[in-house]
């Protein structure tokens, strides 16, 4: 009875269904339903909600909700999708479940449209990868469609799907928007809202302030100290995140925590889910103290226990850097402050990780706010801005450096404004220049060089004597014999410099 009440609807319900997926009795059904846990949402979260609406409502079709970490991007995604069709999209199938997870757990009727899942056709709520629903020729009909994550769709990847939902409200949830390689999101958004600044999450403690420590420089194709070093220095015992440029090396790193008799493991994007999953809750639990990883962990991955992460990595780019550090902000039971142990100078390049930023969906994706000098305190070696003048961190008081004054004894030079130079002091330099050459016993063609570089024109030669002339004659001939010259040379070359043919006593 239920599929033949669907015959006759033009939508794709009855697609999923016919492909492939089972009907589901009753009781499936209703076990894929939860209590809707009623959320209570932050002033913040409610106005970038309304924010949204408002732009779809203004024409725009494709609105990029910047949700920095701890502002709460999947309660805003899931208030968005209430009372709606939802197209949930994620860019990964590791994503499929733990989405799935929170929509219901946000009192959603969600089901998932991909490999080795059952679906429900009847859910208000679809998940799905965009390779799904290309593979399969599926557009499901819905109200709203989310980009979770969306800083990793590429034009390229979203193009096809569009034409079918460009009378569909699409909002896209990142932390970051901009691309792993800087390019900005307008591609595929044509509006902005930005939910909170870091700033006002390390006020209303939904953020911890994190120390910084960094080399004096960037460092190129190395570390400043070993991870095991730094880490047993400045955070022991702390659960720490371990961000690696390559696996060898993520491994390398983890044997050498083991070798010091530091729990480590490492996860890559060749671990098996299982393997995966088992090792992230013996990081939660403090049963692993270092968890190393290349790009494996930099988000989707919440353990606010976490309050430490060692980049031993390069980042050309802002949006990976603030993704890898955004693991250790978050506020837990016992935690006050976050550490980042920076080996490689990232922080010079892109500040400290919880700077407000300016975003934007053209030119430069994320930019600093207030961008100015970094220093480290000569105390406790933290990383801060230039201008304070009391570490905020352990009280050390800068002392202001005194100026030193230098007399370096340079002879200054008098400035000529070229030709419009008075002929007062044309006459004077002419003069000073004429007394140096004679001094050195250079020729006349030094002086007239000389006066043309400072005046744009040659000087008149009033004063020229035969000796002038003669010692002129002579250094011509020898450039001549030397360089192998035409005899009309000395000739040609005297007349440019003295306005006249060489005389012929000479």
Known sequence: RQLDAYRNRDDQELQVLINGSSMPTEIETRATLRDPRKMSLRHSQLGAIQSVRAAWQSDHHAVCLVAPTGSGKTAMGVELCRDVKVLWLVHTRELLRQSLERLRDAGLDATVIGPGYHTNPYASAYVATVQTLLARDLRPEVDVVVLDECHHYAAQDWSELPEHYRSTRVVGLTATPERRDGTPLGDIFDHLVVAAHYSELLRDGYLVP????????????????????????????????????????????????????????????RTPRAERQASLDAFRDGTISVLSNVYALTEGVDVPEASSAILARGCTHVSPYLQMVGRILRPAEGKTRATLIDLTGATHLHGLPTEDRIYSLEGEGIKRATPGALKNCPKCGVTINAFYMICPQCGHVFVARELKHRIYSVELRAVFAGEATPDEFKNREYKRLRQLAADKNWSIGWVIGEYRKLFGAAPELRDVTDADMARELAKLRGIQSARGYKPGFVAVRFKSIFGRWPPRHL
Do not use: M
């Open 210 to 269: 994190c120390d910084v420590y960094q080399p004096s420089e960037i460092l190129q194709g190395g570390l400043a100290q070993h991870p095991v070093d730094a880490w047993s220095k400045l955070t022991p015992g702390a659960q720490t995140f371990l961000f690696a440029p390559r696996i060898k090396l993520a491994h390398k790193y983890a044997d050498e925590f083991s070798a010091a008799n530091v729990s480590a493991a490492v996860i890559s994007q």
